[in-house]
């Protein structure tokens, strides 16, 4: 199993829509987990943290589930510039903090 | 306050070639990681560089070295290039290896073309 799996996507939504991702991991012993941003050709830049069950910023939440290993980030009322790949990022299996492993990321794409 | 910063932006080189991509962390951070993006996947982990060391290294072959200053800045270099190498270099630098190490700051990325 890989140690971060995403939805590529793309997820098609309209403005002002609701959109959700989820991230399923496979290190049980992950404490941390990340959702970065990165538009089109450009550098991923941190989105949310996520050290608990969740973390809410603005429009975006972030939600952990540890029995299921996923993570999910949700997006209400969506903008045009929310269009970009969402990478889900976790700590590398027994390297602690010094490795982050990144998925595929998923990319959201939001029409007028 | 300066961000992290790569040169160069953009490069070509040719097959078996050698190629050195540069790295200035973000001002106060001490650790830098260098990660390479191919097209349309996540940012696979090179290795990551503190107190002048190579701390942990991903799966990648002896190609790959890097190189940390005392300056923290860090270079990472290539050698025997392949097609393949075709990717998106990206230097992330944080603060220390500690728990609270783990945020990135990403530097815009080096495009390498290997032909």
């Known amino acids: 199993r890989k140690e971060v799996e995403q939805d590529p996507g793309p997820f098609n939504v309209p403005e002002g829509a609701t959109v959700a991702f989820n991230c399923t991991y496979s290190?049980?012993?992950?404490?941390?987990f990340f959702w970065y941003r990165q538009d089109c050709r450009k550098e991923p830049k941190l989105l949310m943290s996520?050290?608990?069950s969740g973390n809410e910023d603005g429009r975006f939440t972030a939600q952990l589930n540890r029995a299921s290993q996923y993570i999910s980030l949700l997006i209400r009322d969506s903008k045009l510039s929310d269009s970009a790949t969402y990478l889900c990022?976790?700590?590398?299996?027994?390297?602690?903090?010094?490795?982050?492993?990144f998925g595929t990321g998923t990319r959201l794409l939001v029409s007028p | 306050d300066a961000g992290v910063t790569q040169s160069p932006t953009h490069l070509i080189k040719t097959r078996g070639q050698q190629v050195t991509l540069r790295c200035s962390p973000k001002?106060?951070?001490?650790?830098v990681s260098w990660y390479q993006q191919a097209l349309g996947q996540g940012p696979q982990f090179i290795f990551q560089?503190?107190?002048?060391?190579?701390?942990q290294r991903g799966n990648f072959p002896d190609r790959f070295s890097g190189h940390q200053f005392p300056n923290y800045s860090s270079e990472l270099n290539v050698n025997a290039l392949l097609l393949g190498d075709s990717a998106l270099y990206l230097c992330?630098?944080?603060?220390?290896?500690?728990?609270?190490?783990?945020?990135?700051?990403f530097g815009a990325g080096s495009r390498l073309t290997v032909l």
């Open positions: 992330a630098s944080s603060l220390g290896v500690s728990s609270g190490a783990n945020v990135l700051t």
């Open positions: 290190n049980s012993a992950s404490q941390s």
């Open positions: 996520v050290y608990s």
């Open positions: 990022v976790v700590p590398g299996r027994n390297t602690g903090f010094q490795k982050l492993v």
């Open positions: 001002s106060g951070h001490d650790t």
């Open positions: 560089y503190y107190e002048e060391e190579e701390r």
